[in-house]
């Protein structure tokens, strides 16, 4: 490579190519969502949650064009935070990064839930709070999941989905009826079911933050976002048909580990362990990841001066957010010891949603030497995002709302508190 084809001393190398990225965010996007998200699924819609899931894949191909088409122009950490901050305003951003916080939060707590009652029900939340206390210590000890330990653990669980497919169909219960009525749940509960199931997306954006490292990135990162929510779709739809022809969508309603339940009513049970190790392996590998990511979003606002300053130190030794790892560990552990995985799960999808509906009207607002999709995707991101988050459960929307408007409460004292001590 001559000295004027290297890259720049201050970018990444663009080494990335579509199978790449393609790689990178399939993986960011199979994980243990898919092992807890069927439950209350089934539960909304029953066999309808296959129309849902289709649903929840148009919208976070939108949310995922939408990021994909800011992070070309604003290549900074933060996501949403930045973008919907120089897009909208502070406000809107700081709301961003409150939503994807309190968001996630709850998403951790599904994880470390979908954790203890995969490995061992009866222990569930005990095992919970340890996944959750072991995790932290990784982190803050600066220790950080490597490439190779990342493909491991995808390994690892679709070995355990391909046991799931396995196990289902070929346990001698698997039977179209058992399916029963696509539109069982009705409008309402199908968009309820994909408001759920978005949850088992999560991840899909990881693809728009590779914009400094692909090859020809305008092409690349486009191919690479529908190809790789195509492959994902493909794979969940199986996997929940599979699960809804062994069991049907009522055994799936209610099991708290209904990947499991799919497995046990069939006659190669015998393959029930790894599932739950699957489930287990995938649950921890995300609890590692977003705790790294809630931590280091605290630490930016904190830093910013938008949440408390205390919580934007660094570790002297270890180099890490540490204030802000043990705060988002204490309430987690408090999420995990007082609520219910259905709650977490719908409170984490509303708060998601509100994130990226932020992201899409941001999207909609750039130039148009900005943009690489028509601002159709935006329109039917924001409504998608909309529709799905207001037919999530009541307890879900009405705490996410309060949530919501709490932030806005705490953006207003910090500016009134700013404009005080001038």
Known sequence: MSPADADPPDRLARRLTTGDAVVIGAGAMIGAGIFAA????????????????????????????????????????????????RRLGRLWG?????????????????????????????????????AVVGMTAVNYLGIRKTALASRLILAVVLASLAAVLAGALLGGEASPDNLGDLGEGGVAG???????LFFAFAGY????????EVVTPQRTI??????????????YGAVAVAALLAAGPDVLAGSPAPLAAAIEVGT?????????????????????????GVSRTIFAMARNGELPRPLGA???????????????ALVVVAVVLLADLRDAIGFSSFAVLVYYGLANASAWTQPPEQRRWPRLVQI?????????????????????????????????????????SR
């Not at 470390?112 to 005990?126: E, K, Q, S, V």
């Not at 995002?385 to 709302?401: D, E, K, N, Q, R």
Request: charged share 10%; with cysteine; proline share 4%.
């Open 380 to 420: 039917v991101g924001v409504l998608g995002c909309a529709t799905l988050a207001f037919t999530l459960p009541a307890t879900s929307v009405i705490a996410g709302a309060g949530v919501l408007v709490a932030g806005a409460l705490v953006w207003a004292l910090v500016l009134r508190t700013r404009s005080t």
């Open 205 to 212: 954006a990881r693809i728009a933050t590779l914009g400094e």
């Open 38 to 85: 069927l439950r209350p699924a089934a539960e909304a819609a029953g066999a309808g949650l296959l129309i849902g899931l289709g649903i929840a894949a148009v919208v976070a191909y939108c949310n995922a064009a939408s990021s994909a088409q800011l992070a070309a122009v604003y290549p900074e950490s933060g996501g949403t935070y930045v973008y919907a901050g």
């Open 314 to 328: 660094v570790h002297q030794r270890f180099g890490t957010p540490h204030r802000a790892e043990l705060a988002v």
């Open 222 to 235: 486009p191919r690479a976002i529908l190809v790789a929510l195509t492959l994902v779709l493909a794979l």
């Open 190 to 196: 199908i968009l309820r079911s994909g408001g759920l």
């Open 268 to 292: 190669l049970s015998w393959l029930l362990p790894a599932v739950r190790v699957g489930a287990a392996v995938a649950s921890l590998g995300v609890l590692l990841s977003l705790l790294a």
């Open 94 to 130: 700081y709301l961003a990064g409150w939503g994807f916080v309190v968001g996630k939060t709850a998403s951790l707590a599904a994880m470390a839930l979908t954790f203890g009652l995969y490995a061992a029900p009866d222990l569930g939340r005990l095992l919970a709070v340890a």
